[in-house]
């Protein structure tokens, strides 16, 4: 069974950076794309990125494009999202997603992904 586990939230100012993990385990298959998700109060979920097995590459929303970034320990089980030049609309819950091979669709669709974390908060103050 697929377990997913973030953590790394926390509070910081508008300006300041942050990074969240999500340790992975019990894999017997190889991913298709693993992604971070986020959800503020009284907003649907939306992709934030996303990074694919093969071939190697990443997916950003346009609102995080050159300040976040997405990527993987040298094993392949921990996914990580650094967060930089925050400011208050990324304050969220932010969750890590596990999409299996098999499974298709664009990155940012979040009914294709089969595992879920249960989310780690960000807050970001002004």
């Known amino acids: 069974q697929v377990q997913l586990v973030e953590s790394g939230g926390g509070s910081v100012q508008a300006g300041g950076s942050l990074r969240v993990s999500c340790a992975a385990s019990?894999?017997?298959?190889?991913?298709?794309?693993l992604a971070w998700f986020r959800q503020a109060p009284g907003k649907q979920r939306e992709a934030v990125a996303a990074?694919?097995?093969?071939?190697?590459?990443?997916y950003y929303a346009d609102s995080v494009k050159g300040r976040f970034t997405i990527s993987l320990d040298s094993a392949e089980n921990t996914l990580y999202l650094a967060m930089n030049t925050l400011n208050t609309e990324d304050t969220a819950m932010y969750y890590c997603?596990?999409?299996?091979?098999?499974?298709?669709?664009?990155?940012?669709?979040?009914?294709?992904?089969?595992?879920w974390g249960q989310g780690t908060q960000v807050t970001v103050s002004s």
């Open positions: 990074i694919y097995y093969e071939p190697r590459s990443t």
């Open positions: 997603a596990e999409r299996p091979r098999g499974f298709r669709g664009t990155w940012d669709s979040a009914g294709t992904y089969k595992y």
């Open positions: 019990g894999h017997t298959y190889t991913w298709n794309s």
